[in-house]
């Protein structure tokens, strides 16, 4: 069964605090890693795909790694628009995602 | 534009009540998945579809129901045998190994 523990549950930073969040998974064959982030009240919005140990993917202030066990989504220099909940999900070889909890990010002014 | 619509937004169930939550898709996917959230929860898989006329189980689907008559829609039918209904919904779709295109969600109350 394929499992997805994301950490911290919460995390509290000030504006140009950089911190990284992470989401470690056991999957039988990883076919794809997806970074997605949330908004209350709202469906998740897709941020990144990772296929391969060692695949890295960056968008603004945020950037994505992953190895075999583990993935980190590093946040540089995090502004108040940047909170949110971000999930971390796997597709393993039912293509059927699982999801982790999610971590809560608030980012102060 | 390409996307995922669910409806309604907010819906409210009295007792004993069967309600329907829709979802509808034009990105011309295969798999269609309906997730529940709770507060603090991560997304629980409720049903998921990989083709038209087939559809499986996820990890919560006692009181739940669900179709897949045709590609573009997969609604879910929330029974009077749900006991604790009350919870946020979504719904998605996604291509082979790609990401999940999210619904804005249906947040159902029951009262």
């Known amino acids: 069964e394929d499992q997805v523990t994301q950490s911290p549950e919460a995390l509290r930073l000030q504006e140009g605090e950089s911190s990284s969040l992470n989401c470690s998974y056991t999957v039988s064959g990883l076919r794809g890693l997806f970074w997605y982030r949330q908004d209350p009240g709202k469906g998740p919005e897709f941020l990144f795909t990772?296929?391969?140990a060692g695949e890295e993917k960056e968008k603004e202030r945020l950037k994505a790694t992953l190895t075999k066990k583990e993935s980190f989504l590093h946040i540089t220099a995090p502004k108040p628009e940047d909170s949110a909940t971000y999930l971390c999900a796997v597709h393993g070889g039912s293509y059927i995602p699982t999801f982790g909890r999610g971590t809560s990010l608030i980012v102060h002014p | 534009d390409g996307g995922i619509t669910q409806s309604p937004k907010y819906l409210f169930r009295k007792e004993g009540q069967n309600v329907t939550l829709s979802c509808e898709q034009n990105?011309?996917?295969?798999?269609m998945y309906w997730y529940r959230q709770d507060p603090g929860q991560g997304l629980r898989l409720i049903y998921y579809?990989?083709?038209?006329?087939?559809?499986q189980k996820g990890d919560i689907a006692e009181g739940y129901s669900v179709s897949r008559e045709k590609k573009e829609s997969f609604p879910l039918t929330v029974t009077s045998a749900q006991k604790n209904p009350t919870a946020f919904y979504l719904c998605a779709s996604s291509g082979r190994d790609t990401e999940a295109f999210f619904g804005q969600g249906t947040r159902l109350t029951v009262v």
């Open positions: 990105l011309n996917h295969d798999a």
């Open positions: 579809s990989q083709i038209v006329n087939d559809f």
């Open positions: 990772l296929y391969s």
